[in-house]
Structures are given as structure tokens and as C-alpha cells.
């Protein structure tokens, strides 16, 4: 028979575990939203930029325009940038980032990861924790940007990688991060940050041409305007994943709360039975003890 | 006309306003009404608006882009103090 005094502990320990996960889950739902309104603030912005950007392509050959950004070489030094979180409790978000981040290095980058040529710049203490212990070569960690996700903290790390990469530190730059669709669902990311390719004048014809005048001249402003718009896309990264982690966070803590409720359920029930039968014995003690001493 | 002053970050500014001042690459310019399509990437300095009543309107950008297009303006700033 169970005790009952263990069962009291444990059903007391399980309700105070059920308090702080549905805690964590409202402060997640709450980060969630805050951080959901930055992607949201951030979308006027990126469409206008790439809506200039590809207009101005349109009108000018690839030719004429001699992009830094867009260097394609065979690569040798590979720079991964991987983006995890600096907390735990939020189920398998880093962990699928570490898995997929192992599985690019082994199978399509052994060539440079065996020559020393691959490096990892970890943004998230989860991924740059994991990796410190491997043997790859790792650049300073940039955690403290999830202190505060701004436009300016992120873009200065993007300034770092995209110099990096015209002073042919790396000849490739790739993200892997989660991407966010919905609070429950992270799409596991992996894309070509640099070399870029020119944007892609899709839907030609469909915008009628208007005769802009442009200052200082169409060469000037698409060189000015692609590593804008570099940023703005490792900005977004780093955002999607922010908003994906509390996501990931909110959905595992309410699983946990959910899983907490149905033990107290079953501890309880345990407990009554345990209580009852005990009782029966009691009184049975009681009955056959007085049956005695007739 | 309508302005549109958008960061990264957030929107500054939506209005109406009579006309903008803007620290062009190759020196500042102004914008008035029915003015011609253009797009110009900006240096940091000021843009000084004046709105419908008359009153000027100043934020301070750090670069960005500028397009103007049927008397509608949309001004890409990286930051605003």
C-alpha cells in the first residue's frame, strides 16, 4: 500500500512544478507578442527595400553593376552562423538546430571542416555551449544580442560577418536557424547568407515603369541598397528565431502544465484509494477488537 | 501629400504634409507637391517636414532611401534619433 504521507509530498511537489511551468507559459505567451509585433513592424520596411532593389535590376544588366557581395568562388573557408537560444525548457527548438548544424558539417562541408576551414558563429548560448565542447573552430559568441533584439545590435554582428567575407575570411556564409510559423511550428532553416544573388526581376512586365530620376545614379543606390538588405535579412533570422524560441517555449510549457494537471489527477486518485483503505482497516481493527472482548 | 517615414524598428511618421527637406547623397533637396518620380539614397542630417498647419516637423536620420512617386513618399531611414 502506498504511503500516504509520500503521496501527499508528491502531489504538493507536482502542483508547485504545475505553478511555475504555467507561469513560464504566460510569460512566454507575453514575450511571444512583443516579439511577434517586431516582425511585424519590420515587414513594411523589408518589402519597400526589396521592391526598389528589384525594380532598379530590372533596369540595369548584371553586368553593370559589380557586386562585392555576390563573389562566387569555390568554397574553402565556410563561416556557419547558428542561431539558438540563451535558455532552455523550450523542447526540441536547439536541439534541432545542433542536429541539423552536425549534419551539414558532416556531409557537405568534411572537406573544409577536416582542413580546419569551417568556423561557427554561435548567436545563443545553447548552440555555443554544444560546440565549445567539439572540435570546430568557433568565433566570439554574440549571446548578449537576445538582451535586447534591436535593428542597430543585430546589424553591427551582420556588418562583422559581411566584412569578414569581402576581405575573403570566408567564402560562404550560411544560417541556420528556426524559422517561425506559428506557435507551435518551427520550420528548421537553412539558407545562403553570402555570396547573394542579384535580385531576381520575377514578375517583369507586371509592374508598369515609371521614369524615376535617381540620385546619385542607379549604380550608387543598388550598391548602397544590397548590403541593406543583407541586413535586414540576418535581422530577420535573428528575429524569427527570438519570436520561434518563445514559441517553442510557450507550446512545451503548456504541454508540461497539461502533463502536470493529469498526474495530480492520478496522485490523487491514488491518495483517496490509499486514504480509504486505510480507514477500512482501521475500522476493521476497531470491529474485530471490540468482537474480542465479548 | 502623403509621407511615410518607416525604420527597421518602427514606423516614425505617417502624414499629410506641404513639403520635405532631405540630406540627398549629392547635397539636400527639397520635395514639394507634384514633384517628379525619384529615388535617392539619403546621408544622415535632418528631414525637416512642414505640415498641413505649417509647423515644421524634424527628425534626425542616419541614411536611408527616399522614393517619390504620384505625391506619395516613402523614406527607408536606418535609424532616427
Known amino acids: ?294 | 501629400m502623403r509621407i511615410e517615414i518607416i525604420t527597421p524598428d518602427i514606423k516614425v511618421f505617417e502624414g499629410d504634409i506641404k513639403s520635405v527637406r532631405v540630406p540627398g547623397k549629392k547635397g539636400s533637396f527639397q520635395v514639394l507637391k507634384d514633384h517628379a518620380p525619384i529615388i535617392s539614397t539619403l546621408e544622415n542630417g535632418p528631414v525637416i517636414m512642414v505640415d498641413m498647419d505649417g509647423r515644421e516637423i524634424v527628425y534626425e536620420i542616419n541614411g536611408g532611401v527616399i522614393e517619390v512617386k504620384a505625391n506619395k513618399i516613402i523614406l527607408l531611414a536606418d535609424s532616427v534619433n
Open chain 1, 1 to 294: 500500500m502506498a504511503n500516504l504521507k509520500a503521496l501527499r509530498i508528491r502531489i504538493a511537489s507536482v502542483k508547485s512544478t504545475k505553478q511555475i511551468t504555467s507561469a513560464m507559459k504566460m510569460v512566454s505567451a507575453a514575450k511571444l507578442r512583443r516579439a511577434q509585433d517586431k516582425i511585424v513592424r519590420l515587414r513594411p520596411y523589408a518589402n519597400k527595400l526589396y521592391e526598389i532593389l528589384v525594380g532598379l535590376s530590372q533596369s540595369l544588366s548584371d553586368s553593370e553593376v559589380e557586386n562585392i557581395y555576390g563573389r562566387e568562388s569555390s568554397p574553402d573557408k565556410i563561416l556557419l552562423v547558428v542561431i539558438t537560444s540563451n535558455s532552455g525548457l523550450c523542447g526540441a527548438f536547439n536541439s534541432n538546430v545542433i542536429k541539423e548544424t552536425r549534419r551539414v558539417i558532416s556531409e557537405k562541408y568534411f572537406d573544409q571542416y577536416s582542413k580546419g576551414n569551417l568556423k561557427i558563429l554561435a548567436i545563443g548560448k545553447k548552440g555555443y555551449d554544444y560546440f565549445r565542447k567539439t572540435p570546430v573552430k568557433m568565433l566570439p559568441d554574440k549571446n548578449r544580442l537576445f538582451f535586447d533584439v534591436s535593428f542597430n545590435n543585430v546589424a553591427k554582428v551582420a556588418e562583422e560577418v559581411m566584412k569578414s567575407f569581402t576581405s575573403g575570411e570566408f567564402d560562404r556564409v550560411e544560417l541556420i536557424y528556426n524559422q517561425f510559423k506559428n506557435a507551435a511550428v518551427q520550420n528548421l532553416t537553412n539558407e545562403v547568407f553570402l555570396p547573394v544573388k542579384a535580385a531576381s526581376a520575377e514578375g517583369k512586365g507586371k509592374a508598369y515603369v515609371v521614369d524615376y530620376i535617381y540620385e546619385p545614379d542607379q549604380e550608387h543606390i543598388v550598391k548602397e541598397l544590397i548590403p541593406k538588405s543583407l541586413k535586414i535579412q540576418f535581422y530577420k533570422a535573428v528575429l524569427d528565431s527570438f519570436v520561434a524560441e518563445h514559441g517553442a517555449r510557450m507550446t512545451s510549457m503548456h504541454k508540461a502544465t497539461d502533463n502536470a494537471t493529469g498526474m495530480i489527477r492520478d496522485l490523487t486518485l491514488q491518495y483517496n484509494k490509499a486514504r480509504q483503505a486505510a480507514i477500512t482497516n482501521q475500522i476493521l481493527e476497531v470491529v474485530s477488537g471490540a468482537e474480542a472482548l465479548k
